[in-house]
C-alpha cells in the first residue's frame, strides 16, 4: 500500500512557475515509477509527466514538453514537478500517482493516486 499527499499548488500568473511536490509513504518508494496527471473542470483527467523507477527515464505530454520538469528523490520518497511558464490552460488539479515498476500514462495503469493539489494560472 502506498499513501500519496500532494503540496504546493496555489494561484500565479501566467509566466510564473510552481513547483508541486508528492511525499509518498512505505518503504518501497523506489520500486514505483511516479507521475502527474491533471484534470481541468469539465475534462478528463489526463497524463502529465511521468519518471521511472531507477530515474533514468521521464515522459511529458506534449503540451507541457519544454515547460514542466518531473524528477525524483528516492531517499526522501518524494516525486517533484517543476512548472514554469505556466498557462491558463495548465489550470488543474493535479494528482500524483504511482505503478509498480512501470511509467503510466493512462489512468487505468495507475495503482495509486494521490488526492490531488489545485494549480490555478491566472491570464
Known amino acids: 500500500q502506498v499513501q500519496l499527499v500532494e503540496s504546493g499548488g496555489g494561484l500565479v500568473q501566467a509566466g510564473g512557475s510552481l513547483r508541486l511536490s508528492c511525499a509518498a509513504s512505505?518503504?518501497?518508494?523506489?520500486?514505483?515509477?511516479m507521475g502527474w496527471f491533471r484534470q481541468a473542470p469539465g475534462k478528463e483527467r489526463e497524463f502529465v509527466a511521468a519518471i521511472s523507477v531507477s530515474n533514468s527515464g521521464t515522459r511529458y505530454a506534449d503540451s507541457v514538453k519544454g515547460r514542466f520538469t518531473i524528477s525524483r528523490d528516492n531517499a526522501k520518497n518524494t516525486v517533484y514537478l517543476q512548472m514554469n511558464s505556466l498557462k491558463p490552460e495548465d489550470t488543474a488539479v493535479y494528482y500524483c500517482a504511482a505503478r509498480p515498476g512501470f511509467i503510466a500514462t493512462i489512468q487505468s495503469e495507475v495503482a495509486y493516486w494521490g488526492q490531488g493539489t489545485q494549480v490555478t494560472v491566472s491570464s
Open positions: 512505505g518503504r518501497t518508494f523506489s520500486s514505483y515509477a
